[in-house]
């Protein structure tokens, strides 16, 4: 299902968790053993190749008359993933850019956005590393922030993330995703100060649920309201029927995007509302849950044994009006 559509061509934002994709070539200073060809799970240039042109599928389906103008990925290894997607994928004829991470995460997966040179001029990247040995953890995903400039000559302030992952359970791992928000929200609050107009979109992988403290209390990021404040965070996910990920027959949101309340003003010269943003429900991306019933995403992988899907999340996207 693709966002829906306003009178005007938007401009689309959309966020996918592509589960692992890994070249596959070892890379001796990170543990991506697992995706090698003569790993157990056999994953051979073929498959890889196949990966890359569903991934590509998905975002070219994830469009309406063009192409979605951002995408920002998760799960992704390395610069040869992102340039193997761009150039030598279906996706080759879209003419994406990219940006991405450069993570000290043990596995070696970073998050990435692609961008469409013509609607989006790139201003500026960097990478918001996490503090991870003075919390005592083990390294996770950089933060990636991007600024660039919308086709009404306004500045977009764009955060891509993949928080730690729920690995030994909610309670012993919650932790370390609140601090990780605390750096998100603190890298947030020093472009609110530095816009006089601030223009603030965050999407992400936070394996946590819009109603989990990491979001509403560390990062500050509430349900929209009628009434907003332009420099509070909103997400546009709250409330949200369905999900992004199925775990034990029950689907939950750990895939969100979130704005700042300027963007939810009518008269903002980028706006959008609650109800453009949505979980993208592909009937591809879609197969039978054999054990609890009901429909769940078709993975890569169930186990070590290859199926062939797109990944264990769906994407979620949302429209932008540009211009007054």
Sequence with gaps: MACNLSAQEPFRVMFYNVENLF???????????????????????????EKLN???KVIIASGDLHVPDLVGLSEVENDTCMRDLVKYSPLREAGYRYVMTD???QRGIDVALLYQRGTFKLLNKEEIGIPHEKLG????????????????????????????????????????RMATCMVLKAAVDVVMSARMNPHVLI???????PHNQSLTRYLGASKPKKKTEPRALYNLMYGKKGGTNRYRGEWGILDQIIVSGSMLDPS????????QAQIVRHPFLLE?????????????????????????????????????
């Excluded at 070892?26 to 060809?37: G, T």
């Excluded at 609890?292 to 078709?298: L, Q, W």
């Design 23 to 49: 070249d596959t070539k070892d890379d001796s200073l990170k543990n991506d053993e697992e995706f090698l060809p003569d790993a157990p799970k056999k994953w051979t240039y073929h498959r890889y190749k």
């Design 54 to 56: 569903r991934i590509a």
């Design 103 to 105: 993570s000290p995460d």
């Design 137 to 176: 953890r083990s390294p996770t995903r950089n933060i990636l922030y991007v600024s660039g400039q919308v086709l009404s000559g306004d500045t977009l302030d764009v955060f891509v993330c993949h928080m730690p992952s729920r690995a030994g359970g909610e309670a012993k791992s919650e932790p370390y």
């Design 203 to 209: 999407m992400g992988d936070f394996n946590d649920y």
């Design 268 to 275: 903002s010269t980028i706006r959008t509302t609650p109800e």
């Design 288 to 324: 039978e849950d054999d054990k609890y019933g009901g429909d769940i995403p078709s993975r890569t992988y169930i186990g070590a044994r290859y199926h062939g899907g797109y990944s264990d999340h769906l994407p979620v996207c949302v429209d932008l009006e540009i211009g007054q």
